[in-house]
């Protein structure tokens, strides 16, 4: 896959900042940071795409990729060899920590960083993170799954540069869209149903900051002919937690320290 496979503004968000590549025939320098949301209801690709992107970091770039809070097995036994040194898997709540400049994958949003009934809401890590991860590590980019934009906290979609990745949503699902989307989403459904041969669109995307289509090609380390075992590793990581994750996941459990009982000054 070449430098020019994707999208300029999906390439823009890839390289590395400053890296030069070839746009309509003119050197352009890249800026290295934002965020690239890849939207699709269940079963609609937006995983194996996602790692489509991260292999073109791999690449093409030296930047680290963080596979955020994916299983150590995973990690361990399911990577592509040509992966292997480049990749880790902190959580993003950690992203201070991180001084290099990263290329983060955050799958399954809506379970990782909606947990509306927390008051460490997740979301809201999301959007203030938008704000400062040019200012990390030399800039860093955020690829992040969704099954809606209007499940993620709108202050996360205003304060850095968005290169959005559109693919099947459900019609019955469409009008739950922000409005501000949801004609571009209609739009990009339309596209997709002019070419795609699968039945969910996975075989292009929609990228939204160009209006244009494009093929989604399937990675081969995904095929389950060649190497199941490490194919469903990736495909599916999150069953690869232990019982104990998965609860925390669902629930949006956090654990926080008791607050002490105020003590009155009449009752000392």
């Known amino acids: 896959m070449d430098k020019n496979a994707f999208p300029p503004s999906i390439v823009n968000l890839l390289l590395a900042e400053g890296q030069r590549w070839k746009v309509n025939g003119k050197m352009r320098e890249a800026l290295g940071t934002g965020i ?8 609609g690709g937006k995983t194996s795409l996602s790692y ?3 292999d073109y970091v791999i690449r093409h770039t030296n930047r680290p990729v963080i596979l955020d809070s994916f299983p150590q097995r995973v ?9 292997k040194g480049r990749v880790s898997n902190e959580k993003f709540s950690d992203l201070a920590k991180i001084n290099k400049p990263a290329v983060w994958l955050l799958d399954d949003n809506a379970v990782h960083y909606n947990s509306r ?5 997740s979301s809201k890590l999301l959007a203030r993170a938008a704000g400062v991860i040019s200012h990390f590590g030399g800039g860093m980019t955020v690829i992040f799954t969704t099954q809606l934009l209007s499940g993620i906290d ?14 099947f949503i459900d019609p019955d699902v469409i009008n739950q869209e922000r409005k501000e989307w949801r004609s571009i989403v209609q739009e990009a459904q339309y596209q997709l149903r ?38 469903d590793l990736l495909s599916r990581p ?3 937690h232990t019982e104990k994750d998965r609860q925390a996941m669902i629930s949006g459990e956090v654990k926080r320290a008791k607050k002490k009982k105020k003590v009155h000054d009449d009752e000392q």
């Open 52 to 54: 489509v992107l991260i």
């Open 154 to 167: 709108l202050s996360f979609l205003r304060f850095t540069t968005l290169a959005p990745i559109i693919r």
């Open 194 to 231: 002019r070419v795609c041969q699968d039945e969910r669109f996975r075989d292009y995307f929609y990228c939204s900051k160009e209006r244009t289509l494009c093929l989604a090609p399937f990675p081969a380390f995904l095929n389950k002919d060649i190497d199941p075992i490490k194919a």
């Open 117 to 121: 009934d927390s008051m460490t809401n």
């Open 36 to 43: 690239i949301p890849i939207t699709a209801s269940a079963r």
């Open 75 to 83: 990690i361990d036994e399911g990577l592509p060899e040509h992966w």
């Open 238 to 240: 999150m069953r690869y």
